[in-house]
């Protein structure tokens, strides 16, 4: 039914997710339609329960919703095979955590070049990876294992390595939630600039208010519902 509008991005309709522990069953997400458009920055927000992280994970297809359908550039990709779901993870969208999810056995430079190996493009992807590392400004800290570097930096190394394979959309679940003032600010602008500069489609979860100035949107959940 999204098929038509030119410019949308990422969409759902109508999506339920339950959890199951044992007997209990949580509801996280309870009928979520939501249209993102190319080149917009949602911020997320909701207290902490309401379903961010869910709702995040099932538009980035790192999970499926038990009921509704996600729509990515107009193609229905809620019931593609995993191979398929993997593949488009890959090639079109990018993660960022709270955690930074580092390698912490690999050096800046490897942990940025990974996803790239992983599609089989080895040749450029040194350079790509570098290229990247300085625009985060973290080329003189290439070869840095991630013990070695502060939290600010672990999430720009994250950022970079989230940018290898030139993604079309970037989902972050709290990226600042770990970060002093500053180092939080930094993540931002970079966001801002992929956003702006590039028209990279960017969700993004957050705790802290002051920081949807940088969002073209704000979005509420509460209670697996939008608000
Ligand atoms: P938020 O990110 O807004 O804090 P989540 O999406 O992580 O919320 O969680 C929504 C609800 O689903 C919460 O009640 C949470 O306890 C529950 N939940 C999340 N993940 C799981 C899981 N893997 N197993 C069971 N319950 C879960
Ligand atoms: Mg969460």
Do not use: C, W
Not at 55 to 63: K, M
Not at 73 to 84: C, D, F
Not at 94 to 105: K, S
């Amino acid at each position: 039914m999204y098929q038509d509008t030119n410019n949308l991005h990422i969409a759902t309709e109508n999506i339920t997710k339950s959890y199951r522990s044992g007997d209990a069953k949580t509801v996280a997400l309870k009928n979520v339609s939501l249209r993102i458009a190319q080149g917009e920055f949602i911020m997320i927000t909701g207290r902490n329960g309401s379903g961010k992280s869910t709702l995040l994970h099932q538009l980035g297809l790192l999970d499926s919703p038990d009921t509704g359908e996600i729509y990515i550039n107009g193609r229905e990709v809620t019931r593609l095979s995993e191979k398929k779901r993997m593949d488009m993870r890959l090639r079109q969208l990018g993660y960022i955590f709270q955690e930074y999810a580092l390698v912490a056995e690999l050096s800046a430079l490897e942990n940025v070049m990974l996803p790239a190996m992983m599609i089989g493009t080895s040749k450029d992807a040194r350079d790509k990876a570098l290229t990247l590392l300085a625009k985060v400004g973290l080329r003189d800290k290439a070869r840095r294992l991630p013990t070695q570097l502060s939290g600010g930096e672990q999430q720009k190394v994250a950022i970079a390595r989230a940018l290898i394979n030139a993604p079309r959309i970037l989902f972050a679940d709290e990226p600042t939630a770990n970060l002093d003032t500053i180092a939080s600010k930094d993540v931002l602008r970079i966001f801002k600039s992929l956003n702006e500069q590039e028209h990279i489609t960017i969700a993004m979860i957050t705790h802290e208010p002051e920081e949807l100035e940088y969002a073209t949107r704000h979005i509420k959940l509460s209670d697996g519902k939008l608000v």
